[in-house]
């Protein structure tokens, strides 16, 4: 396993990867980094470690919807992806940040 260097939110890590993972890696990295930036950009939560929380629930909640979703059409594809814009991502968003400033429940 072989290791290499990657930036995140402008902060250097050295990951371990596995031979012939190196792209996909680089390719998760990116979408963690972007994720991280686009919350820390709205400019609403400061601390790393909340946005880091932010962040990877958008991506798990994205997955999570992607894995749920029926097949869809071939033609209709390219339609299927709501992505961080669907209003229920958006509600969840704001449920989290308002767990995350306040007591901790999403409730």
Partial sequence: MKQIEVQIMGQSYLLGCPDGGEAQLREAVERVDAAMCKIRDAGKVKARDRIAVLASLNLAFDLVQREAAPAPAPAAAADADAGPDD?????????????????GHLL
Avoid: K, V
């Fill in 87 to 103: 209003p229920r991502a958006s509600q969840l968003i704001q449920r989290l940040d308002q767990a995350l400033a306040g007591d």
